[in-house]
């Protein structure tokens, strides 16, 4: 899986977006952007994925750049419950196992 | 009606001993996980498992056994417990890809925290 650079903390206040960035250089052709986040004590939660198009859910939006290279992830009106570490993942389709970094520590101000 | 469960949730022990984790997913999904997160809060692959296929991650001591009585159980059994096995371990699943359908999340339980005396 190619890796990817995340920054390891970010703040955000409630109410706003928060954008979270994601460098994918390496990124493969057949490789799909996946973004999972975990809340304290909670196993890690499955939020988007995306190959080439952006994509949107009721949980957030992902943005692919044109060249793959790099994506953001947006959560449009942060809540104090979206504070968690959030990881973006890239690999193939398959069954093996995803491989977490360090993930971005988000944390949402009152 | 939970997706990935598993028990027990807390479990602590003596060096030495054997244990089983179990882990039951009602998603319909065939393929399942393991995952161990250490005190560093690292995350890492240990089994992927489907009813063809076990892809075991070559750091894994061969202490650590998966065991699926059926598709929708992956247990973890682990013998001769030491010091270093402390850790969260998550169990997963996921659909296995299919054509149209290439690319699956994998859902999460909220892990068995283990914790070696």
């Known amino acids: 899986d190619a890796k990817t650079t995340q920054p390891t903390s970010m703040d955000c206040a409630e109410g706003r977006a928060a954008n979270l960035p994601c460098n994918h250089s390496t990124i493969s052709g057949n490789e799909y952007v996946y973004w999972y986040r975990q809340i304290h004590s909670q196993g890690p939660q499955y939020i988007i994925h995306?190959?080439?198009n952006n994509e949107t859910n009721e949980m957030a939006s992902l943005i692919i750049t044109e060249d793959r290279k790099s994506s953001t992830l947006i959560l449009p009106h942060a809540t104090l419950r979206d504070t968690a570490v959030y990881y973006c993942i890239v690999r193939a389709s398959g069954a093996d196992g995803l491989t977490f970094g360090k993930g971005t520590h988000l944390i949402i101000q009152p | 009606d939970t997706a990935v469960s598993q028990t027990p949730k807390y479990l602590v022990t003596q060096m030495g001993n054997d244990k089983s984790f179990k882990c039951e997913q009602n998603?319909?999904?065939?393929?399942m996980y393991w995952y161990k997160q250490d005190s560093k809060k690292f995350l890492k692959i240990m089994f992927s498992?489907?009813?063809?296929?076990?892809?075991i991650n070559e750091t894994v001591p061969n202490r650590f056994s998966p065991k699926s009585p059926d598709k929708a159980h992956l247990n973890l059994h682990i013998n001769s417990l030491e010091l270093g096995d402390s850790a969260v371990y998550f169990c997963?699943?996921?659909?296995?890809?299919?054509?149209?359908?290439?690319?699956?999340?994998?859902?999460f339980g909220d892990g068995t925290r283990l914790s070696i005396l």
């Open positions: 998603l319909g999904h065939d393929t």
């Open positions: 498992y489907n009813n063809k296929e076990l892809i």
């Open positions: 997963a699943s996921s659909q296995a890809p299919t054509r149209g359908r290439s690319s699956q999340p994998q859902h």
């Open positions: 995306g190959l080439k």
